[in-house]
Structures are given as C-alpha cells and as structure tokens.
C-alpha cells in the first residue's frame, strides 16, 4: 500500500476552525490551549465570532458537517472550500476571514513543522514499506475485500499539543494524522494511528456498515453503547483490536502486546464499568488469542467475532 503525504492549508485552517468551535464530536480542550498559547493567549472575546459556526454545527446534520470537512480536505485553496460549502453553511467567507490572522499567525510554525515530519516519515516508510504492506494484505483476508485504490490520501495537520497525535477518517482512502514532531521517539505511534484509520477508509463500505448494525441493533444496549451508537462503538472495538493498541503494533514492530495489554490493564484497576479508552485496551487483550486465530487461518470476520466482542461490551460497559 502506497502512501501519499498532503500538507494543505485548507485541511490545517478546518482543524484550526473545528478546534476553536469547540464543539467538536471529540474532546478538543487540550488543541485549544495549545493554540492559544502560540497566539500569544488571546482573550475569549476575540473568538466570539466564532459562534456562527458554534450555532451552525449544533443544528447541522452529520452528512451536512462531512460536506463541509471534505471541503477543506479535499480543495486545493482557500477559494474552492468556500465555494463548496457556501450552500451548506452560506457564514464560512466572513468567519474564516475573521480567523485568518489569527490562522495565519500559527500556520507560519505549523508549515515548517509538518514539512520536517513529512521528510522524516517517507524516510521511515521505506524502512518498513514492505511489514506495512503485510499488515494490509492480512487485513484484506480479515476483511475478506481489498482495498479499491493502492494508495492512500494522508493529510498531515498540525497538532498545537506536544505528542497529542491523533486520527481522522476523511473518505474512502484519505486520512487525516494529526501531528507534531514526528522523530525516531514517536514515528511508531504515527504509523499505528495510520493502519487505525486506514482501516476505516480502506474497508468499511456502505454494505459493511450495514452488516455491523443489524447485528448491533439485535443486540442488548448499555450507556456507552447508546453514547456512541452501537455500530460506531462495534467499528471502533473491531479496529482497536488490530491497530494502535493491538495485533499490528506485535506483527509489525514486533512488539510483545500481550505483556503491554496486560500491564494497561493492570493499571486501569477493577473498575466494572469502564469508559472507551480504557474498554478498548480490555477488548484488545481478551481478543487477542481470537485474532491470531483469524490472521493464522485467513478467516474473514464473522458473526462469531462480533459476538466475543459485544459480550465483552456487556461485560466491562
């Protein structure tokens, strides 16, 4: 699998703008004090601009806020985002260019930081080009599909907090890797966040979807469960179980994972209901065995797989 690295302004001034809504589908906080610090701690009032785009998002629908995402991911200036989500959100002219000192302002440290990173993580790639690939030829017997292209789109958008790396599932074969430095002490933790949201943008089709919430709406619910939807919490567990807490980090680093699984859990204590973060450590362990039964064999996933799974989310959530 062939990787292409973006650095594009729009896809950093969406996250900027995401950030400083702060009303994002996830916990934006640390991003946010992060950026006021490089502005120089800016008061609150100056961002009440802002709200325009608060108010907008609390009543958009999802696919409308996907829309406008992939504007900014997908357009190759500042002129073509707007132009395609005028219709969608007719304020974004007038709140991005009330944003644009403030985004311009970070995004001269932010360009120099990603270019740096992006050297060092084709570098890196050819190191491990060839294990990268085996983990997506496992993961298309496990799928039991491949993907449609042999590449894939990753934007690389700055993060403001130090070592706060994180994901986003973009399209179909484009990702977004939220980064800061990337160097020999956490270029590994890029790739694993990498092969996560590969696997949602390379696997996860419409017919797939489906299948996951036929059998999670059959299912018993718990709190978690109804938090976060029942086939997102499923599609998350199924990924987690491979990449960044599980098998891959052992096929591809040749990591212990069972030691490290074990020593997370240990440290999460005793707790019977536990929240996401520490629930997909628990479910990566206990599915752990059942995984390299399923790598080993070259089986597809199945009702059985998922059925561990939400037992397991009975269980601890």
Sequence with gaps: ???????????????????????????????????????????????????????????????????????????????????????????????CTKLDPYFSFVWKTCE???????????????????????????LNNFYGKAPGKDEINVNLVYSPAENNFSGRFIDQNQVSICIQNVDETNVQKFWLILLHESMHACYEDAKYKKWLKDFADNQTQTDLSGKMGAKNLLRELIVSCFAGVGFLKEYLYGADIKKELEEAVRCIGNNKVLPFRNLKRVVALEMLTMVREYVRQRKQIDENFLDKIWKLILKYS
């Design 1 to 95: 699998m062939k990787i292409k690295l973006i650095i594009s302004k729009t896809s950093n001034q969406y996250f900027f703008l995401d950030t400083f809504s702060n009303d994002s589908p996830t916990d934006s906080s640390n991003f946010t004090n992060s950026y006021i610090k490089l502005l120089e701690n800016p008061t609150t009032k100056e961002f009440l601009f802002l709200n325009d785009y608060r108010e907008w998002f609390k009543n958009a629908d999802e696919p409308q806020r996907k829309s406008v995402m992939k504007a900014f991911y997908q357009s190759q200036n500042e002129a073509d985002a707007y132009k395609r989500t005028a219709e969608i959100f007719p304020s974004i002219v007038e709140t």
């Design 112 to 138: 120099i930081v990603l270019n740096k990173s992006k050297s060092y993580i084709e570098n890196d790639y050819f190191r491990i080009a060839t294990k990268f690939d085996d983990c997506f030829n496992l």
